[in-house]
């Protein structure tokens, strides 16, 4: 009888132990088949493309767009030619100009780059133009922003990562896309790969190719009294490192300016940082809205809970649909002031976020804009 006592004992506390053990156990188990889930994850071009329109939908929602025609050609002309140099040739390039005086560039997946009319203010000549456009583009040659999602693991695949939920998994991939494209949320390797990238493209295409470095130097001299890091150095390594890995890279390396041609296309004037007018903290970061006055924030406040309505995922199925971006919500998450993330991402933006349609540019044309350049 004394065994069976002792036996007893012993198992009662025997059996918590074993049960914390295999809850550990059940749980490192879940860890690593999530791990091994989100290291297998992939999109096709396709689908990439699909995720890059909804995240672009949001940024010009939320900046607004140029409706220049011929601003939209001439960046799509000098940011074809880096992109033709890049890993990505052939995919579907699309060039952006947004209607804002924030100095910012964004890429969004499957080609979509944006620039602000307050960046091309402040850039001096085509090749600076070339080099910050490249160095969006090699974000997306090189994959970024999906890699950034599938290292973050911030998208929780669990049972998601299945053929009849992918539309449910993209849209949580597409929301963290824009959330990473928005906030700069690239890691240093990240923006350090897409500096060097900049350099080979920009010099591939016969640009001077360390004039991305000239456009840093500006741009750090005009933030050297902001307390925070704004636009495009909201995450991005330090930059005068990245101003001495620029150069280094583009070396002794030859090429055009393109100064006098980007003065006939371009005229925008950069805006003093302290006189852009900012979206107010707590608005809902809408395009054209100051955030000010009861019924601006009523009317805000109404779209956030429509927007709170449960929406169908893009699918396989929805993808093959073409469905105009510019009437996706409007709704956005909060604005760039409201994150005290500086004035540049905070800044107000154009009423427009339609695209402006850009003709097919062939081969031809192409070459002859970048032999007009040599």
């Known amino acids: ?46 689908e990439e493309r699909r995720i890059g329109e909804e995240v672009s939908a949001k940024i010009r929602t939320r900046f607004g767009v140029v409706q220049d025609p011929a601003v939209h050609k001439y960046v799509t002309l000098v940011g074809l030619s880096v992109a033709r140099a890049s890993e990505r040739p052939r995919i579907p390039w699309t060039f952006v100009v947004l209607d804002t005086d924030g100095v910012n560039a964004f890429a969004a997946p499957g080609g979509i780059v944006h620039i ?19 160095h969006e583009v090699g974000h997306v040659a090189h994959k970024h922003a999906v890699n950034a999602i599938r290292k973050s693991r911030a998208v929780e695949l669990g049972t998601k990562a299945t053929t009849a939920n992918r539309g449910t998994l993209l849209d949580e991939v597409a929301s963290k896309a824009y959330e990473i494209v928005l906030e700069n949320k690239f890691d240093r390797g990240d923006e350090l790969d897409a500096d060097q990238a900049s350099v080979a493209y920009t010099q591939k295409a016969g640009y001077a190719a360390g004039t991305l470095a000239d456009f840093l130097a500006r741009l750090d001299d005009r933030n050297k009294n902001q307390p925070e890091r704004n636009g495009l150095f909201a995450s991005h390594p ?89 009437k996706q919500s409007a709704q956005v998450t909060a604005s760039g002031g409201s994150r005290g993330v500086g004035p540049d991402r905070a800044a107000q933006g154009g009423a427009n976020p339609a695209l402006v349609p850009v003709p097919t540019i062939s081969d031809s044309e192409l070459a002859a804009f970048q032999k007009a350049l040599a």
Do not use: N, W
């Not at 009662?12 to 989100?38: H, M, N, T, V």
């Open 238 to 326: 330090e930059t005068k490192e990245r101003i001495e890995k620029v150069r280094a890279a583009a070396g002794g390396a030859r090429g055009a300016s393109g100064a006098a041609r980007y003065k006939q296309h371009i005229t925008y004037t950069a805006v003093p940082i302290t006189a852009i007018a900012s979206v107010e903290r707590g608005s809902s970061g809408l395009t054209g809205s100051t955030g000010t006055g009861g019924d601006d924030k009523s009317k805000d406040k109404e779209k956030d809970k429509k927007a709170e309505a449960p929406k169908k995922g893009f699918g396989i199925d929805a993808l093959k649909q073409a469905v105009a971006p510019e």
């Open 1 to 46: 009888m004394m065994k069976v006592i002792v036996a007893l004992i012993f198992a009662s506390f025997c059996s918590p132990a074993y049960a914390q053990l295999s809850g550990i156990l059940d749980k490192a188990r879940k860890i690593q088949e999530q791990k091994q889930k989100l290291e297998e994850f992939a999109v096709t071009d396709e």
């Open 116 to 134: 602000t009319r307050g960046a091309l203010g402040l850039i001096a000549t085509e090749a600076e133009l070339a080099g910050v456009l490249a």
